[in-house]
T-cell receptor, first 112, second 111 residues
Framework: NAGVTQTPKFQVLKTGQSMTLQCAQDMNHNSMYWYRQDPGMGLRLIYYSASEGTTDKGEVPNGYNVSRLNKREFSLRLESAAPSQTSVYFC???????????FGQGTRLTVV | QKEVEQNSGPLSVPEGAIASLNCTYSDRVSQSFFWYRQYSGKSPELIMSIYSNGDKEDGRFTAQLNKASQYVSLLIRDSQPSDSATYLCAVLGGGYQKVTFGTGTKLQVIP
């Protein structure tokens, strides 16, 4: 049982390049989340999906797009990467309405 | 005002002591409250969930919730060097959708 799987684990992009971060969960969870974590800023919510077919903006959505491909998969796309998007990105999923979120191992992204 | 606030620390305690970590939140209709532990370079790991006022104990960990004061805390008894990590407080909002995190408190347990 893998839980929440993110790919890739590390990535270096040049300014202006695009890429998609992939996330898949095998816990049959309805809700999925993308966070970024920067030193001193904690985990900040980028986008979330309460259920298959729905997505909503979080605290810091600018520069990102998401797709809830199906119940298992929730991807995060950077269309034109900027150095300010250098961060560690975490995907998480949550099951029943009151449950906690469970995290993937993270993607460390550097934009140069 | 931030939605979830924590003292960033570091909080230093000697081995064997009680570590007390605190968190306040602004959304009065918040439903669920969580404590995560995060080691450097790793992802957050859930250690406690609490849903109603009072105390909840799990091994060396006790979570305390006071909804009237909008305050949640985590006590770690008999602290060990392996407890040295950043502890994140998280709150599930009234819509049962958004989980908001504090910036975390760094705990250092001194042998």
């Amino acid at each position: 049982n893998a839980g929440v799987t993110q790919t890739p684990k590390f990535q270096v992009l040049k300014t202006g390049q695009s890429m998609t971060l992939q996330c898949a969960q095998d816990m049959n969870h309805n809700s999925m989340y993308w966070y970024r974590q920067d030193p001193g800023m904690g985990l900040r919510l980028i986008y979330y999906s309460a259920s298959e077919g729905t997505t909503d903006k979080g605290e810091v959505p600018n520069g990102y797009n998401v797709s809830r491909l199906n119940k298992r998969e929730f991807s995060l796309r950077l269309e034109s990467a900027a150095p300010s998007q250098t961060s560690v990105y975490f995907c998480a999923s949550r099951g029943t309405p009151k449950e906690a979120a469970f995290f993937g191992q993270g993607t460390r992204l550097t934009v140069v | 005002q931030k939605e979830v606030e924590q003292n960033s620390g570091p909080l230093s305690v000697p081995e064997g002591a009680i570590a007390s970590l605190n968190c306040t939140y602004s959304d009065r209709v918040s439903q669920s409250f969580f404590w995560y532990r995060q080691y450097s370079g790793k992802s957050p790991e859930l250690i406690m969930s609490i849903y109603s006022n009072g105390d909840k104990e799990d091994g060396r960990f006790t979570a305390q919730l006071n909804k009237a004061s909008q305050y949640v805390s985590l006590l770690i008894r008999d602290s060990q060097p392996s407890d040295s990590a950043t502890y994140l407080c998280a709150v599930l909002g009234g819509g049962y959708q958004k989980v908001t995190f504090g910036t975390g408190t760094k705990l250092q347990v001194i042998p």
